[in-house]
């Protein structure tokens, strides 16, 4: 006696089979993008996106025209009055060239420093001490050596040079000392000359 089958009993699982390509025709749309050209796009995306970012940050960073190169200007006028009265004799700038700007002036004692920017954005000092110089040569000079007389409107200065990129022009007289140049000064020797020539 056979046992009754339940139709539950008799179905069957069937797994489809994977659908094959057509033969004769182009394979199937999956959906997905190609992978490379997402790349490409996606990078493009993102290079312009930090572009747009980066731009406007550095555009603000920018410093004003006007504040990229500020000079202040003074008028040593006085100082070179009072100086002259403290050590008359010692020869002072009275002639500047054109376009030198000064942009300290300092009296202290019977010494007076003044310096000026040129036009080329050079800086030449002028430097004076009324009496004898004891160290004042050496501390203006920043130690250099005399290595050549030379003779500016009729003045016996000597050169002191510390290294090819500094020279300083020295004026020693009774009445004081003059140095054109200094430790800190930029300028060219046709810069420390044209200073020279203008002492009176």
Same mark, same amino acid.
């Given at each position: 006696m056979s046992t009754p089958t339940s139709p539950d009993s008799q179905r069957r699982v069937v797994v489809p089979?994977?659908? !094959?390509? !057509?033969?004769?025709?182009?394979?199937?749309?999956?959906?997905?993008?190609?992978?490379?050209?997402?790349?490409?796009?996606? /990078?493009?995306?993102? /290079?312009g996106i930090c572009t747009a970012i980066v731009i406007p940050i550095w555009y *603000?960073?920018?410093p004003p025209a006007s504040d990229s190169k500020t000079i202040r200007v003074v008028d040593p006028t006085s100082d070179i009055t009072a100086f002259s009265a403290a050590a008359p004799g010692v020869p002072? !700038?009275?002639?500047?060239?054109?376009?030198?700007?000064?942009?300290?002036?300092? *009296?202290?004692?019977?010494? *007076?420093?003044?310096?000026?920017?040129? !036009?080329?954005?050079?800086?030449?000092?002028?430097?004076?001490?009324?009496g004898a110089p004891g160290a004042f040569v050496a501390d203006q000079t920043g130690r250099a050596q005399p290595v050549s007389p030379l003779t500016v409107a009729g003045r016996a200065f000597r050169v002191y040079s510390a290294s090819r990129a500094h020279t300083s022009l020295v004026l020693q007289q009774a009445a004081g000392t003059v140095v054109v140049g200094g430790v800190r000064e930029t300028g060219d020797d046709a810069h420390l000359t044209e200073l020279a020539q203008g002492l009176r």
């Open positions: 089979p994977d659908v !094959p390509r !057509p033969a004769d025709g182009p394979p199937r749309p999956t959906g997905k993008k190609k992978r490379g050209s997402e790349n490409v796009r996606d /990078m493009l995306l993102s /290079m *603000l960073a920018q002072v !700038p009275r002639v500047v060239p054109k376009g030198w700007r000064a942009t300290s002036s300092t *009296l202290t004692g019977a010494t *007076l420093r003044i310096g000026w920017v040129t !036009p080329d954005d050079g800086y030449v000092e002028y430097a004076a001490q009324g």
